[in-house]
Nanobody, 120 residues
Framework: QVQLVESGGGLVQPGGSLRLSCAAS????????MGWYRQAPGKERELVAT???????KYGDSVKGRFTISRDNAKNTVDLQMNSLTPEDTAVYYC??????????????WGQGTQVTVSS
């Protein structure tokens, strides 16, 4: 019952930068993890970056050193700064949220995805 709204995708040249944003809303008691996954045509969905409420970070090996994830816990938003983009970064990027709607269980939520295309 949580809604994730992504923005910031688009077309960018190799070597360029993009910044993705995601805002969570709905019946949120707390958010444990927010982040981004991506899926290219013919490929499995893979981790891009996540950030936990305590600040722990995870990055996919292919984006380490180029992408930076940040989070505003008060606003339930997460951003992904993507630098030095290559055509291999072309994919649909999905916002992800692991959250509690009650004290009894937690759930995973996914955004609809935003297209990132890196091409000259």
């Amino acid at each position: 019952q949580v809604q994730l709204v992504e923005s910031g995708g688009g077309l960018v040249q190799p070597g360029g930068s993009l910044r993705l944003s995601c805002a969570a809303s709905g019946s949120i008691l707390s958010i444990n993890v927010m982040g981004w996954y991506r899926q290219a045509p013919g490929k499995e969905r893979e981790l891009v970056a996540t950030i936990a409420s305590g600040g722990n970070l995870k990055y996919g090996d292919s984006v380490k050193g180029r992408f930076t994830i940040s989070r505003d816990n008060a606003k339930n938003t997460v951003d992904l700064q993507m630098n030095s983009l290559t055509p291999e970064d072309t994919a649909v990027y999905y916002c992800y949220c692991r959250h509690r709607e009650s004290w009894f269980s937690e759930y995973d939520a996914w955004g609809q995805g935003t297209q990132v295309t890196v091409s000259s």
